[in-house]
């Protein structure tokens, strides 16, 4: 599987996804705000599987909206998928 060469980017109003305000992917980087605080982003790196599958979810509307992008980011974070990355 190979890493998207394009950024993606998303946001979301709170209709759409009640935790996550936006999500950019670009390589293995992913900036993430929340609706909590969208003016804090937030840095991850992501394994390369993880971030071709964000990049796919986020331009596939009919899949993202069979999934909680919210939970889906929290497993990723769990399982170490996704990693804040160091400032």
Do not use: C, W
């Amino acid at each position: 599987m190979t890493v998207a060469i394009n950024p993606v980017h998303r946001q979301f109003t709170v209709d759409q996804s009640s935790a996550i305000h936006s999500v950019t992917v670009e390589g293995t980087d992913v900036v993430i705000t929340y609706q909590s605080n969208p003016d804090k982003a937030y840095a991850f790196t992501a394994s390369a599987d993880y971030a071709q599958f964000l990049s796919d979810l986020l331009t596939n509307d009919e899949q993202l909206m069979k999934v909680s992008l919210g939970a889906t980011i929290a497993d990723a974070r769990r399982t170490e998928e996704l990693t804040q990355a160091a400032i």
